[in-house]
């Protein structure tokens, strides 16, 4: 695909992994849509991207709203014309153990614990790679949608919410490529591995440090990286229903 006056929704665009994919599209001539639930990180984006001389416009959404996700795929064809990509990256953390004793004291991570995450990572990309397929169909546009996983996916201690998500999104990107070959629309996901985000950055630097000597490359990800596998992704038109991971090597 040509990113040139390509049209790209991207969903959690007001901050970290979101803003650079933005950003890095944008360097490229991508045309984007905006999507969070921020609308100041959202305006910070949207700034960064007219700096470069590209459209961009922002749209204020909950993606585990059915309703709010079916109405701003249909605004985003209304004022593009047309949608060409959608990166599914919204997603939040909540973590915790499944049970917990200590000192006889028995705690659980509770059912909202659970779904909450469940419905922003999961839900919210269900609901967003049906409707930008849709539209794709419906504008007779080639297009990809790439959903963003987790090297967690494989499952971490402390994460069930979160792994079981990333787990499940991975193999939407691979039921999706399947099924929606016949329409000229690929699907891939990314599993990126400890990324420096603002989220990383709030981490103690001893946390950092024992968590850099885990992984092989000895350092966390820069978002730049996960940007510019996008960026491959989108370009190269014979990459579908697969999951790539960048993770420096760590495996969990």
């Known amino acids: 695909m040509e990113l040139r006056e390509s049209v790209i929704a991207i969903t959690g665009a007001g901050q970290g992994l979101g803003q650079m994919m933005a950003i890095t599209l944008a360097h490229y001539g991508a045309e984007l849509a905006l999507m969070d639930v921020n609308e ?115 499952g971490n201690i402390g994460q069930t919410n979160y792994a079981a998500s990333k787990a499940a999104v991975a193999t939407l990107a691979t039921t999706w490529g399947k099924e929606l070959a016949r329409y000229g629309i690929r699907a891939a996901a990314i599993a990126p591995g400890v990324i420096e985000t603002p989220m990383a950055a709030q981490m103690k630097p001893e946390a950092i440090a024992r968590l850099e000597a885990m992984i092989p490359a000895g350092r966390m990800g820069k978002t730049s990286e996960i940007a510019n596998t996008v960026k491959f992704i989108f370009e190269n038109d014979y990459i579908n229903g697969r999951v790539i991971e960048v993770d420096g090597g760590i495996r969990m």
Do not use: P, W
């Open 40 to 154: 100041q990180a959202l305006k910070e984006t949207q700034d960064q991207c007219h700096m470069l001389g590209v459209k961009a416009l922002t749209y204020c959404v909950d993606v585990t709203s059915e309703g709010q996700v079916e109405q701003v795929f249909g605004d985003i064809v209304t004022d593009f014309g047309r949608l060409d990509g959608l990166i599914n990256n919204a997603g939040i953390l909540r973590d915790g153990l499944l049970v917990k004793v200590k000192d006889g004291q028995v705690s659980k991570m509770s059912l909202e614990q659970f779904n909450s995450v469940i419905n922003v990572n999961l839900t919210g990309t269900f609901l967003c790679g049906r409707e930008a397929a849709l539209r794709m169909i419906e504008t007779n546009c080639h297009g990809v949608i790439i959903n963003i996983s987790s090297v967690a996916r494989a």
